[in-house]
């Protein structure tokens, strides 16, 4: 069967850690996208910082995203998958930590995500609704 890097939408791009959220929001409206990787200075992968976050976790508790940074959402050890990685894999792995994006990492390279519309487009119906159900429950 497929692999992670056959159904991931590539040339994804970063938030840098030090800029802030007000960076990441202009970033996700001009890319037409509700979440970005965090990423570092080493240009390695830090977290993911959704839509959700900037408005529940940070405007939400009166914080200031034009001062916020990004790095302040990189909490923990990001999930990912591997490049070569099964499909299989790929849906356990989304469906076991509840997520809809999934970042692909070749060597240490971040080179794609895996997001819900991904395995909808490429997998057959019944897949898409096992993950949906696995990751909104």
Known sequence: MSTAREIMTGGVECVGE???LADAARMMRDLDVG???????????????????IVVKCIADGGDPGSVKASE????KP???????SIEE??????QHQVRRLPVIDGHEL???V?????ARNL??????????AISS
């Open 18 to 20: 030090n800029e802030t």
């Open 35 to 53: 979440a970005l990787p965090i990423c570092g200075e080493d240009n390695r992968l830090k977290g993911m910082l959704s839509d959700r976050d």
């Open 73 to 76: 959402y990189a909490e923990g």
């Open 79 to 85: 999930v990912t998958i591997g490049a070569d990685d």
């Open 90 to 95: 790929t849906l356990r792995t989304m469906s």
């Open 111 to 113: 080179i794609g995500i």
């Open 115 to 119: 997001s819900q519309a991904d395995v």
């Open 124 to 133: 057959p119906d019944e897949m898409t609704g096992d993950l949906v159900q």
